[in-house]
């Protein structure tokens, strides 16, 4: 079965340090990967993807992210943190052989303090 | 990128009423469009799966008569609450996918808050 784990609730980081949100998965075959970012009382908007090719992928508002097949994880990095950034993140698994349903971490509350 | 709106972005409603959240894909076609209710502080708890033209596929423990699901076209999909109580207030959030591919992108509305008094 499908899981993904996000072991933080919570991170704080200040304004201008580098942030990571921390996230592992667990698929039976080979894993689609995918983090979102939601702002309060709003839906999510799809911040990356990973599918294939170069681990580290690069998405919208400056986030990138690392997979790590050995490690099971794919980890959402940005090397500078806006105050803007503050918001909640999912990290989101498919496995590739299970059709296309998508299974959610329990969210991580990111806090960027100026 | 791809955009789904959803209609109304929140309602109050009376504990015995039905209440109809419409959602949209406005410059794509979905071949699929997926409902999600989310508590607060918690992850989104996937409701049920719809395609264009058939019967929704609903989720374990998930009442199909309480939450009707209508696809009725490849940009409209619409979740009825029916009999509403408070136990039913949620934020409910759909979601759109592009094409078929398993690879595809899932495409968020900004969700619907729904508090039955």
């Known amino acids: 079965a499908q899981s993904v784990a996000q072991p933080e609730d919570q991170v704080n980081v200040a304004e201008g340090n580098p942030l990571t949100v921390k996230c592992t998965y667990s698929?039976?075959?080979?894993?689609?990967l995918f983090w979102y970012v939601q702002y309060p009382n709003r839906g999510l908007q799809f911040l990356l993807k990973?599918?294939?090719?170069?681990?580290l992928v690069k998405g919208s508002y400056g986030f990138e992210a690392e997979f790590n097949k050995s490690q099971t994880s794919f980890h959402l990095k940005k090397p500078s943190a806006l105050v803007s950034d503050s918001a909640l993140y999912f990290c989101?698994?498919?496995?590739?052989?299970?059709?296309?349903?998508?299974?959610f971490g329990a969210g991580t509350r990111l806090f960027v303090k100026a | 990128g791809a955009v789904v709106s959803q209609h109304p972005s929140w309602v109050i409603c009376k504990s015995g009423t039905s209440v109809k959240i419409e959602c949209r894909s406005l410059?794509?076609?979905?071949?699929?469009m997926f409902w999600y209710r989310q508590f607060p502080k918690q992850s989104l708890m996937l409701m049920a799966t719809?395609?264009?033209?058939?019967?929704?596929?609903?989720e374990q423990g998930v009442e199909k008569d309480k939450f009707l699901i209508n696809h009725a076209s490849l940009t409209l999909s619409t979740l009825t609450v029916t009999s509403a109580h408070p136990e039913d207030s949620s934020f409910y959030i759909c979601?759109?996918?592009?094409?078929?591919?398993?690879?595809?992108?899932?495409?968020f509305g900004p969700g619907t808050r729904l508090t039955v008094l």
């Open positions: 979601s759109a996918r592009e094409g078929l591919a398993g690879t595809d992108t899932q495409y």
């Open positions: 698929v039976s075959g080979n894993p689609y």
């Open positions: 990973y599918i294939t090719g170069d681990n």
């Open positions: 989101a698994v498919r496995d590739n052989a299970g059709g296309f349903k998508t299974i």
């Open positions: 410059d794509f076609q979905a071949t699929t």
């Open positions: 719809s395609n264009e033209g058939s019967k929704a596929t609903y």
